[in-house]
T-cell receptor, first 118, second 115 residues
Framework: AQKVTQAQTEISVVEKEDVTLDCVYE???????LFWYKQPPSGELVFLIR??????QNEISGRYSWNFQKSTSSFNFTITASQVVDSAVYFC???????????????FGSGTRLQVQP | KAGVTQTPRYLIKTRGQQVTLSCSPI?????VSWYQQTPGQGLQFLFE???????NKGNFPGRFSGRQFSNSRSEMNVSTLELGDSALYLC??????????????FGPGTRLTVL
């Protein structure tokens, strides 16, 4: 069975601080996808990044960066110089992707609520 | 491109009633997935439809059902509502092709309250 663990339930930082959100996953699949989503108070899940299991390169997008390490089954997300607008719940997710049938289901972690204080 | 749309945005029902929620995927996307989000259970996968066929199903009772139409729009139905069905229901559409395949884009959700 697949599992995603986000051990940090809530993090509070002051604006301009850097913050890292942790994500640890479990899967028996050799091919899988990892995702991060942001959920602001409006409720809509906003896609941030997708990483496949064969691509361990770290990625940076503006103030966001992701560190994927297969050896530790982790896919951590760092926000540099946090801003108040970053306040939201962040979800890490793992795709159960059956490459033969194309079936997909996302297994989500429980989310980390990030509060950025001005 | 317009995003994923869901209607209605809010619903209030009473126990025992049934409800139908609608989702229109991004144009060109043929895969639609549904998720339930509750404070207690978090985000859980309900089912996925592709080309009018259910090709994946989560661990939910038979009261939860869905369908997909030829234009890829999808509906989910919950019969005999229970208090525990109160949740945010999210729909996601997925591109099957190209560099953005396997990326699921979510709609704003339908917030269902069962009284």
């Amino acid at each position: 069975a697949q599992k995603v663990t986000q051990a940090q339930t809530e993090i509070s930082v002051v604006e301009k601080e850097d913050v890292t959100l942790d994500c640890v996953y479990e899967t028996r699949d050799t091919t899988y996808y990892l995702f991060w989503y942001k959920q602001p108070p409006s409720g809509e899940l906003v896609f941030l990044i997708r990483r496949n299991s064969f691509d361990e390169q770290n990625e940076i997008s503006g103030r966001y960066s992701w560190n994927f390490q297969k050896s530790t089954s982790s896919f951590n997300f760092t926000i540099t110089a946090s801003q108040v607008v970053d306040s939201a719940v962040y979800f890490c997710a793992l795709s159960d992707s059956d490459m033969d049938t194309g079936r997909r289901a996302l297994t989500f972690g429980s989310g980390t609520r990030l509060q950025v204080q001005p | 491109k317009a995003g994923v749309t869901q209607t209605p945005r809010y619903l209030i029902k009473t126990r025992g009633q049934q409800v139908t929620l609608s989702c229109s995927p991004i144009s060109g996307h043929r895969s639609v997935s549904w998720y339930q989000q509750t404070p207690g259970q978090g985000l859980q996968f309900l089912f996925e439809y592709f080309s009018e066929t259910q090709r994946n199903k989560g661990n939910f009772p038979g009261r939860f059902s869905g369908r997909q139409f030829s234009n890829s729009r999808s509906e989910m139905n919950v019969s005999t509502l229970e208090l525990g069905d109160s949740a945010l229901y999210l729909c996601a559409s997925t591109s099957e092709q190209g560099a953005r395949s396997n990326e699921q884009f979510f709609g704003p959700g339908t917030r269902l309250t069962v009284l």
